[in-house]
């Protein structure tokens, strides 16, 4: 049995799709691409696709990932040219690799993001993030299906930053741009409870009373492992990269001549 890992993203209006929805989509994918895929055993049989934290509902991606295992060995690369081609613009896989390590979702531990203020001046932005980032603690609330919960939202942030609407990686706004916008870059370890870009948006209005008159856009920039010494976000699938070219270096190694 071969595993692939894949990352793909979510955007411009796809941003609105639910996980539910892509993984309808993306199983039509499979069916129209051809694609072997193992299946479960019991009563109700599913195709082996494991998704690995998958964005809220309404933020875009650049950096989602799930992995596959097929019952017959694919090339990854013409694999995910398939399957891109089966999905709908917006919903792209953009990489694959065979997986050759344990543990992709352990090495999902923090995600960058980006919000875009519209309507929001830079400086207001730089002076929230400035008291946010002093504050010991900054409770926020959140309605979940057992009630309101009350948690911390700042000992989860590695970093925030604020700056102006220079250039970004977002999808062009629906709305005119000739308004201020300011853009936060955010860093946030996945920890439990979760905190999303809500969340720390609700911080920024509770510290500073910083208060976008439309609602955000947010993207995730990257996610995967958290370099504590650099402060930065790795590729979660380089290890796999690593494995497969060492792989093919041995193998050239010990072929005869």
């Not at 209006?13 to 895929?37: G, I, K, N, Y």
């Not at 050759?100 to 923090?110: E, F, M, N, P, V």
């Not at 995600?111 to 504050?135: C, H, I, N, Y």
């Not at 720390?200 to 510290?207: F, I, W, Y």
Request: proline fraction near 7%; include cysteine; glycine fraction near 4%.
């Amino acid at each position: 049995m071969q595993r692939i890992r894949l990352r793909y993203t979510k955007r411009g209006r796809l941003r609105f799709t639910s996980h539910r929805d892509f993984q309808r989509a993306f199983e039509r994918a499979l069916r129209r691409a051809e694609v072997p895929m193992a299946y479960s055993a019991g009563f109700t049989p599913h195709p082996k696709v494991s998704y690995a934290n998958a964005a809220p509902t309404g933020t875009g991606s650049e950096a989602e990932y799930l992995e596959i295992a097929l019952t017959e060995a694919r090339d990854p690369e013409k694999l995910r040219i398939l399957l891109d081609e089966s999905l709908p613009a917006g919903l792209d896989v953009v990489d694959a690799v065979e997986a050759r390590t344990s543990g992709l979702a352990d090495r999902l531990t923090a995600s960058v993001w980006e919000l875009r203020l519209d309507g929001v001046a830079p400086e207001d932005a730089e002076r929230a993030v400035a008291a946010f980032k002093v504050a010991g603690t900054v409770e926020v609330q959140r309605t979940t299906k057992n009630g309101v919960r009350t948690f911390d939202a700042r000992s989860a942030v590695a970093d925030l930053e604020a700056r102006a609407d220079l250039e970004t990686h977002s999808e062009p706004a629906d709305r005119p741009t000739d308004q201020p916008c300011a853009i936060l870059r955010l860093v946030v370890r996945h920890v439990t409870p979760a905190v999303r870009p809500d969340d720390v948006l609700s911080g920024l209005r509770a510290v500073a009373d910083l208060a976008p008159p439309v609602p955000a856009a947010v993207t995730r920039l990257a996610q995967g492992l958290f370099d504590e010494e650099t402060g930065t976000v790795t590729d979660p699938l380089a290890p796999d990269r690593e494995a497969a070219e060492a792989h093919t270096a041995a193998a050239a190694a010990t072929a005869p001549a």
